[in-house]
Every structure is written in structure tokens, then in C-alpha cells.
């Protein structure tokens, strides 16, 4: 049943939407989430859950350290499995341009104090036993991971929920 009244109303059941009604409800507002669909039914259930920092623009990783910050608590805030993982990040460099940009990436990710691992070839088949990969060089920022993409919204969601947020699947949002 729709609340008769709230003070939030999130549109969009994706993991952004369902992390803004979590910390919504956190704060004691009375939150609404309306789901065209179902919790984590589109994009949000399908890419590849890199929580990271190495290689993003350098304006973006203050963000992604206090998002790493965040994602560390995420599994006991929810109370559920988010499948976060400090599983580390390798960007390897197969062409002379991609070895610049790896240049780039490593100096930013240490302007921020990162640590930040350059692999030779025999360093890269060490660490992928068994796969041919053509690269040349790699950079390693172990500490960078991954989460499950729906095990994590669905968590968020079932999280707002519980703090008090209507989560309302299936109810698409209309101009009226």
C-alpha cells in the first residue's frame, strides 16, 4: 500500500536509488522507493561490481576511497551479504599508448596514496596461471574489489526497508 504521505520519494530501484532511500531512512525521514520492475532489475543487476579507485578521472578519487570506506561496513549495516571483495584491480597495457595511460593512472592513484603494484610479463602470468594474455605491463591496486551486484542492491533495499523505507516493486512513476 502507497503511505499517504512521506517526506522522500526515491524513483528507481538500482543500487544508487536503494542506497539513497538506506541512508534516507537512516536519518529518520519517511522514505518511499517505487520500482518500475523489480530491486536491481536492470543495470544495477548486471555490471561487473568494481568498487574501485585506480584509474578513474583524479577529481573521482576522493570519492572512491570514502566509497571503499563505506563498502568495507556495507555487509554489517545491511545485515546481509553485499559480495564485497578486496579482491584487487589489474588494468594491463598491451600497446605503447596504453603503457602511457598506465603511467597516468599509477602517478594519480600515488598523488593519492595508493599503493599501486607495476607488473612485468612474468609477474602477470604468475598471477593469471594459464591464461595467454598478450599485456606488456600491468598495474595492480590490490585493495580495489568487487561487489555482487544484486546480492548488494537487494541488500540496500532490504535495509531501507527494515529502517522504516515503503519499498514498492512493480509501480512505475507517472507525470500527472
Not at 530501484?13 to 542506497?19: D, F, K, L, R, V
Not at 532489475?41 to 576511497?65: C, D, F, T
Not at 593519492?112 to 595492480?140: C, K, S, T, Y
Request: glycine content about 12%; charged content about 20%; overall charge positive.
Amino acid at each position: 500500500t502507497l503511505p499517504a504521505q512521506a517526506d522522500l520519494v526515491v524513483i528507481g530501484g538500482g543500487i544508487i536509488g536503494c542506497s539513497a532511500a538506506l541512508w534516507a531512512a537512516e536519518q529518520g525521514h519517511r522514505v518511499v522507493l517505487l520500482e518500475k520492475g523489480r530491486i536491481a532489475g536492470e543495470q544495477s543487476g548486471r555490471n561487473w561490481g568494481w568498487v574501485r579507485r585506480m584509474g578513474r578521472a583524479p577529481a573521482e578519487y576522493p570519492l572512491g576511497i570514502e566509497s571503499l570506506r563505506i563498502w568495507d561496513s556495507l555487509n554489517a549495516r545491511t545485515g546481509r551479504e553485499t559480495g564485497f571483495r578486496r579482491s584487487g584491480v589489474v588494468y594491463a597495457a598491451t600497446s605503447a599508448a596504453e603503457l602511457a595511460w598506465l603511467d597516468t593512472v599509477e602517478q594519480d592513484a600515488r598523488t593519492f596514496g595508493m599503493e599501486i603494484r607495476r607488473l612485468d610479463r612474468a609477474q602477470i602470468a604468475g598471477l593469471f596461471p594459464g591464461v595467454n594474455l598478450a599485456a606488456q605491463a600491468a598495474l595492480l591496486s590490490a585493495d580495489d574489489g568487487r561487489a555482487e551486484p544484486a546480492l548488494s542492491t537487494a541488500a540496500l533495499a532490504l535495509a531501507a526497508r527494515a529502517r522504516g523505507a515503503a519499498v514498492m516493486t512493480g509501480c512505475a512513476a507517472r507525470a500527472v
